[in-house]
């Protein structure tokens, strides 16, 4: 701050302060160290902690139906793959009802998975490297758990991209003359309809 000849000061502290920061500190890099600092750490261990939970990363487990990666790798612990899955998705109500328990389950699964990964074992050509490609090659009467699990799969956002170009159309609706929010509501819920509907 000395080139930029700009002096750091410290706001002044009031005994009843309720809408910042007021901290009884008389060092200037003290009060900025735990009125800026140490919350913008907390806000970021927090944000790290919400993003990777257990539960995101047991959804890299999908992945093991991609054929490119199942015929790559060797799969060794499928078993706890397979009920890290059920835990997960054991709430998604057309996969549950198929199946009475998690033996059946694991079961129905590793017989796919056996069958899934022969097949493309034999085929090597165009072998599918993304869900939705692996999507498309899938026969859902042939491999039905599997079918399911690569749709979730392939509803995964992969990056933030999707989720900005899921609100461009507000773009298309949105006018600095009409930006009151009753009536950007209604309009926003027309235009993602017509999308959906076409």
């Given at each position: 701050m000395e080139k930029l000849?700009?002096?750091v000061k410290k706001p002044r502290t009031i005994s009843s302060q309720h809408h910042r920061s007021n901290p009884d500190i008389k060092n200037v890099e003290d009060y900025f160290h735990v009125t800026v600092?140490?919350?913008?750490?907390?806000?970021?261990?927090?944000?790290?902690k919400s993003r990777f939970t257990e539960e995101t990363f047991s959804l890299n487990n999908l992945g093991i139906f991609v054929p490119k990666i199942l015929i790559s790798k060797i799969h060794?612990?499928?078993?706890?793959i397979f009920e890290s899955i059920w835990n997960q998705f054991?709430?998604?109500q057309r996969l549950s009802d198929r199946f009475a328990n998690r033996e059946a389950f694991i079961r129905k699964l590793q017989g796919e998975m056996?069958?899934?990964?022969?097949y493309w074992n034999k085929e090597k050509n165009d072998v599918p490297d993304t869900?939705?490609?692996?999507?498309?090659?899938?026969?859902?009467?042939?491999f039905p758990t599997i079918y399911s699990l690569l749709k979730i799969l392939a509803s995964f956002t992969v990056s933030i991209a999707s989720a900005e170009r899921s609100f461009s159309p507000l773009k298309k609706i949105k006018t600095w003359l009409r930006c009151k929010k009753n009536f950007l509501n209604w309009r926003f819920?027309?235009?993602?309809?017509?999308?959906?509907l076409t």
């Open positions: 000849e700009i002096t600092y140490i919350p913008f750490l907390d806000f970021m261990i927090n944000d790290k060794e612990d499928t078993i706890q054991l709430n998604v056996i069958w899934w990964k022969e869900a939705l490609n692996s999507l498309e090659h899938c026969d859902k009467d042939m819920y027309i235009v993602i309809e017509i999308n959906i």
